[in-house]
């Protein structure tokens, strides 16, 4: 059992930057690995297959020298892979090859010991202390402000420090056979030609969730942490990852302000100007918010960027954001929708200026699920949607326009057309029913020859 000083003296060493025992990271084991592994840890993006293929393609970190291949086993191993220093880790452009080999904890310390949340909080932060201040009973329907909310903001500073993990340019990671990354989130900012293939991403949590107020009707809690966050980059690839809370849902937070205590955020965002992303063969399962594309309302930079593709993902039992999309023209294709229960909310989300085309999807809904809730509008005009087939309840699946379910019970309409037609595809785009029986069991990590 760990004690509070040991992690404690575990944040102590991360803080100040003192020595730290050597990580597992192995480039000699590398030339251990199977034929297979060797042939997928080189591989790059296919030709035509997604944005992520526009242009010079994406080729990850394929042309790696031996001294830059290597096999990690722990957090301080991927750093030191990664180049060595997290905090310049994003700006290291040289090709770098990484193979992941059991779990790596976010929230394991420099020493190798776990970090709680309480390890990671400023000394002048409580969250009995916060919610104390901060309820809209006695503070008000106004941003927090004061030293609570600034000692929130330095806790917030120190988890940052701790379980994000920067990527830089030219690099590939790939999962051995059941190599899981838990209380983590990858970072990809200002970092192109980026390729993350056969892992499970697992409860990327957040010990110092935001309220705020002002977000919607009745406020929200807040969390920071992504699975993986693509910001500022090009040319990304993820691809036959799994993404998952693990034994920590959302479901289980308590509520504080009548609102959820979210500890969680998005699977894979991808955001601040970045494009030319192919996300394929992924699954996201039991999660709320899942891929946000686009950040921010207000036009600018984003425009003309955010093109992503998703192809033969599997959405199972998942709530919203699935994407939500501002500005970018996104081909959602052959894509597996396994969806209801009390807290679903949609799957495509049409924001501003967003063109969205969505063809040939499956959707597998409850039997209370209806079509037209399938689509929501956040600000958007139009997408187009077309080769739907929905299966509800223990019922045979039909073809279904869900543009025109849509329209018929909400105003305003949205337009059928999204002003673009995607080219950039691999292969022929399957007919819908036949998405399940392939999707179904090829999507996620552990399905490639390893």
Known sequence: MRTPLVGAMALALLLVGAPVPASRSDPASAGRLSWSARQLGRQALPERDGWAA????????????????????????????????????????????????????GFEGPDGTALSCADLADPAYRLDA?????????????????????????????????????????TTIVGLRGARLTGLTLMIDRASNVIVRNLTFADARDCFPAWSPTDGDAGNWNSQY?????????????????????????SAQPTYFGRPYQVHDGSLDVTHTASGVTASWNRFTGRDKLMLIGSSNTVGPDVGRLKVTLHHNSFDGVLQRLPR?????????????????????????????????????????????DPADL????????????????????????????????????????GADAGWVPTLR???????????LLVGPLAGADRLPL
């Open 54 to 105: 526009e242009g010079t393609g994406t080729t990850g970190g394929s042309a790696a020298a031996p001294e830059r291949t290597r096999v990690v086993h722990d957090r301080a191993g991927l750093v030191a892979a990664l180049g060595g220093d997290n905090a310049s880790n994003a700006t290291d452009a040289t090709a770098k090859l990484i193979y992941v080999d059991g779990v790596i904890d």
């Open 130 to 170: 916060y919610l104390a201040a901060y309820d809209p009973a006695v503070w008000g329907r106004v941003p927090p402000a004061g030293p609570l909310e600034e000692a929130r903001v330095r806790s917030v500073a120190n988890q940052t420090r701790q379980t994000q993990v920067n990527v830089g340019p030219n």
């Open 226 to 250: 992504d699975q993986i966050s693509v910001r500022r980059s090009e040319h990304v690839w993820v691809d036959h990852n799994t993404f998952t809370d693990g034994d920590n849902p959302d």
């Open 375 to 414: 689509l929501y509008d956040w600000g958007g005009t139009a997408l187009t949607e077309r080769g739907s087939w929905v299966r509800q309840g223990g019922g045979p699946a039909r073809p279904v326009d869900l543009l025109a379910a849509y329209n018929a019970i909400h105003d305003p309409d949205l």
């Open 325 to 369: 999309v501002r500005f970018g023209q996104v081909d959602v294709h052959n894509n597996l929708y396994r969806l209801g229960g009390d807290g679903f909310q949609y799957a495509l989300g049409v924001g501003v200026q967003s063109a969205i085309y969505a063809q040939n999807n499956f959707f597998a809904l409850d039997a209370g699920l």
């Open 426 to 436: 691999r292969d022929p785009v399957l007919p819908a029913p036949l998405v399940p």
